[in-house]
């Protein structure tokens, strides 16, 4: 299913396979003392109440209303077949794109995109804190329940960026990510029924 996302990693391990031997060790060592480091982090930024008014309301995000999804017009849909933007930018495309994905059981990518674009819209460091904590927990920290296939560059910049949380944290896993659905799952969106039946 994501075979676009394991020969970029396979292409990645082989380029670097030398350098992964050599400090195999140092570098499982050092990946578990970041992730044990992001969580203390996190904990710690999560006992610190913004201002008063947190300390009486719990952190629990209203959901935002789906917005009013209108079938788009044919030339709208044919942009997407060039543009994965284009495409995530509109309610019926990203709706479409994300049927698609879960028929195939691969839309840990597109919602690993969405969680990093709600991400940057938090204003709260308390939130944030609580928001990049539920992310890695979920996307990236190994054996994750959605996680993503990330390079081994990607990742370790991203647990730093971790350990002190801020709106451009998970920016380049994200860009990876992005690029990854750009390169494999757009193409196959395109040649599914899910789209075929929208350029009728």
């Known amino acids: 299913v994501c075979s676009g996302n394991i020969s970029q990693g396979?292409?990645?391990?082989?380029m670097h396979s030398a350098h992964w031997h050599i400090h195999d060790k140092e570098k499982k060592s050092h990946l578990m003392f970041l992730a044990?480091?992001?969580?203390?982090?996190?904990?710690?930024?999560?006992?610190?109440?913004?201002?008063?008014?947190?300390?009486v309301i719990p952190y629990n995000e209203k959901p935002e209303k789906p917005a009013k999804t209108q079938r788009p017009s044919l030339d709208?849909?044919?942009?997407?077949r060039d543009s994965l933007d284009k495409l995530l930018q509109n309610n019926y495309g990203l709706?479409?794109?994300?049927?698609f994905l879960k028929s195939e059981f691969s839309e840990e990518n597109l919602e690993f995109w969405i969680a990093c674009e709600d991400y940057k819209k938090i204003k709260s460091p308390t939130k944030m804190a609580e928001k990049a904590k539920q992310i890695y927990e979920e996307f990236i920290q190994t054996e994750a329940p959605k996680e993503v296939?990330?390079?081994?560059?990607?990742?370790d910049i991203t647990m730093k960026n971790l350990v002190e949380?801020?709106?451009?944290?998970?920016?380049?896993a994200q860009k990876r990510i992005h690029s990854l659905m750009e390169k494999d799952s757009l193409p196959r969106f395109v040649r599914s029924e899910f789209y075929q039946e929208l350029i009728k």
């Open 76 to 80: 709208e849909a044919l942009q997407w």
């Open 149 to 155: 296939n990330i390079d081994h560059f990607t990742k």
């Open 165 to 172: 949380p801020s709106l451009s944290s998970f920016d380049m």
């Open 36 to 55: 044990k480091e992001i969580k203390i982090k996190l904990g710690i930024l999560l006992q610190k109440p913004d201002s008063a008014g947190d300390l």
């Open 95 to 99: 709706a479409s794109f994300k049927s």
């Open 10 to 14: 396979s292409l990645i391990v082989r």
